[in-house]
């Protein structure tokens, strides 16, 4: 198994500082980090020295490592040179990924745009994943291996997430027949069983996906036969957001998404 990490959407409202704090006092010694803002409520980071002279003081004084930072969403006419200052940061405080979701539906322009992504990321040392899930432009595995091959750039890969992979209509098999060795991280989590196709509007999938995860271990989904197609080396990024557990403090969130890993895997390697 490669590292085991907690993803910032698991405690998104914690900001970037609190999220190193709280992955931490978990029990993580890895974190993912938003520092390409998406939502309204995101923190901004980047540019502002005193806000970057906290992160790094706080990865310094936890000795976290960054496992992958978001969210890059491939989006029509997309500037991606102006995506220099958060790669640069990135890459400074020794993240390995970048996490780029898919929102234009042009084909040709959404692999040009994740070329140049690529190539910029690749000046930073960090490797761009493709991030597929049922309600964005690329909504399945193969969709997804379809642009990282197209792309043809060594840094080129593929991210997994176990709910999108159920709620696209994916499975394991999947993932080892379209993306043998190119996918290097996993965004972990449960969840119930896949409701019939078509019977979620992709608003409620996407409130799923941001609000109702559950825990690895607490539901339906096929986490060991996942992890066995992903092979050993896989990163493990735990991506489990809850309105049941947002009453919680933002530590107390992060061990009881630390305990529940460490139960998956502890049962697996037993």
């Known amino acids: ?26 029990g993580f010694d890895h974190v993912g980090l938003r520092l390409q803002p998406l939502l309204p409520t995101d923190q901004k980071i980047v540019g502002l020295p005193e806000r ?7 990865l310094a004084r936890t000795g976290l490592g960054v496992l992958e930072i978001g969210v890059f969403p491939l989006r029509p006419n997309m500037d991606v040179q102006a995506l220099s200052p958060v790669l640069a940061f990135s890459h400074r405080i020794g993240a390995r990924y970048v996490v780029c979701p898919v929102e234009d539906d ?20 960090l490797r761009a994943l493709i991030e597929f899930n049922p309600y964005s432009a690329c909504r399945t595995i ?20 176990a709910l999108h992979l159920s709620r696209s209509g ?15 991280l996993v965004h972990l989590c449960d969840a119930p069983p896949a409701p ?39 990163d493990v990024s735990v991506e489990a957001p809850s309105a049941r557990h947002a009453h919680l403090p933002a530590a107390e969130r992060a061990r009881l998404a630390y305990e ?11």
């Open 1 to 26: 198994m490669g590292v085991v990490s907690l993803a910032a959407l698991t405690i998104l409202d914690a900001g970037p500082v609190g999220q190193v704090d709280a992955a931490h006092a978990g």
């Open 52 to 58: 970057e002279a906290a992160l790094t003081g706080a």
């Open 106 to 125: 042009d084909a040709p322009r959404r692999l040009e745009t994740f070329r140049a992504l690529c190539d910029l990321a690749e000046t930073c040392g």
């Open 142 to 161: 193969a969709e997804a291996m379809e642009i990282v091959r197209a792309a043809d750039r060594a840094n080129a890969a593929a991210l997994v997430d």
């Open 170 to 184: 994916g499975s394991p098999d999947d993932v080892a027949r379209h993306a043998a060795g190119m996918v290097p």
């Open 196 to 234: 019939a196709r078509g019977s979620k509007s992709e608003d409620e999938l996407r409130k799923e996906s941001r609000t109702a995860r559950l825990l690895p271990g607490e539901g339906a989904l096929w986490l060991d036969e996942l992890l066995d197609a992903l092979g050993p080396q896989v």
């Open 260 to 270: 529940a890993t460490a139960a998956l895997l502890a049962r697996r390697n037993g």
